[in-house]
């Protein structure tokens, strides 16, 4: 009775620090929400701190993030039961949307990121310090997004864009326009130091990492602008959309996880690990690459702002299964 006692005490403080990790994002958007609310920034500061965050610190941030990371996280089982439970939940809205929606091709891409792109940095890693009791649970995933998901997406909608505006592509613009997207590049950057265990000067560093620690602050408070000054989260033409999308993110997902692992022959604390991880909310970097290109930008901001929230009693449920 008492070690359940001391158990049941351990889980109630983990959650609660998972909550105190909500809550400093949500403090990071709220500064968005009252900046736009006394006129200090509008819909163009917002798309200025957008693309900001998109072409300039996010490729420092994910330069910094695979550089310095792990690489050997990389090739975990957890990280494959994480991938498979990625491409239910993407499989699932690709066939909801050709059954329902029939939209174009990078209505297709944002949606997809939606019901599957996991925030495993800025709240993962918090998530995964005070659920898990280590950070390096979120290293795998985070590799697989900005190192696979990531690039794929963004290759997509520079193809789409091109296609759009009439433009020929040679067969040579076809193969290097995914590396010519800046975050793309940041990540292929980082790879190439860390591989080749190269040190930068102090300098460059410190630089790079300062540029990087911009990314997440510009993103949260450009969401935040969003909130004030876009419709109210939930109402629109898009409504139906999101709440599959929802259902797909914080129910599906972390189910197929929790499937798979048994599958996998996982023990019970991996378990717990890949389902928090498959639970976590929609990223924030979704929408700023969706204001990026002006699509689904509704889809994406309500993605992340329901998601955020709905995550909590999700999270909750999981740990008082598996925690």
């Known amino acids: 009775m008492l070690g359940q006692g001391r158990a049941s005490g351990l889980t109630i403080r983990r959650v609660v620090q998972a909550l105190g990790a909500f809550a400093s994002i949500w403090l990071v958007i709220a500064a968005g929400w009252v900046a736009a609310h006394l006129r200090i920034i509008d819909m163009g500061g917002m798309r200025l701190m957008s693309n900001i965050a998109f072409l300039i610190a996010s490729p420092a941030l994910m330069f910094n993030l695979v550089g310095r990371g792990s690489l050997e996280h990389a090739f975990s089982q957890t990280l494959i039961v994480s991938a498979l439970a990625v491409v239910v939940a993407a499989t699932s809205y690709l066939v909801f949307e050709r059954v329902a929606l029939h939209q174009d091709k990078q209505g297709d891409v944002i949606g997809t990121l939606c019901s599957c ?31 696979f998901m990531q690039p794929i997406a963004l290759a997509a909608l520079d193809l789409s864009v091109a296609r759009r505006n009439g433009e020929r592509l040679s067969a040579l613009r076809y193969i290097t326009m995914p590396f010519r997207n800046p975050i793309t ?18 300098m460059v560093a410190s630089g ?14 450009a969401f935040g602008v969003s909130l004030r000054l876009s ?53 924030q970097n979704v929408f700023v690459i969706s204001a990026r290109y002006r699509v689904r930008e509704m889809l994406a901001r309500d993605a992340v702002f329901w998601s955020t929230i709905l995550t909590v009693p999700t999270i909750v449920a999981i740990s008082a299964l598996l925690g």
């Open 117 to 147: 792109y996991t925030n495993a940095g800025n709240l993962g890693l918090p998530i995964a310090i005070s659920l898990l009791g280590d950070g390096a649970w979120m290293a795998p995933i985070m590799l697989m997004q900005v190192g």
């Open 208 to 221: 790079v990492s300062m540029v990087g620690q911009m990314a997440i602050p510009m993103m949260l408070m």
């Open 231 to 283: 419709p109210l989260p939930g109402k629109g033409p898009h409504s139906f959309e999101l709440w599959v999308t929802m259902a797909i993110k914080l129910l599906l997902m972390p189910l197929a996880a929790i499937g798979i692992g048994m599958l996998f022959g996982l023990a019970r604390h991996e378990l717990f690990a890949v389902a928090v991880i498959a639970a976590l909310p929609t990223a």
């Open 185 to 202: 590049a940041g990540i292929l950057a980082g790879l190439a130091v860390n591989l080749l265990h190269l040190q930068l000067p102090e």
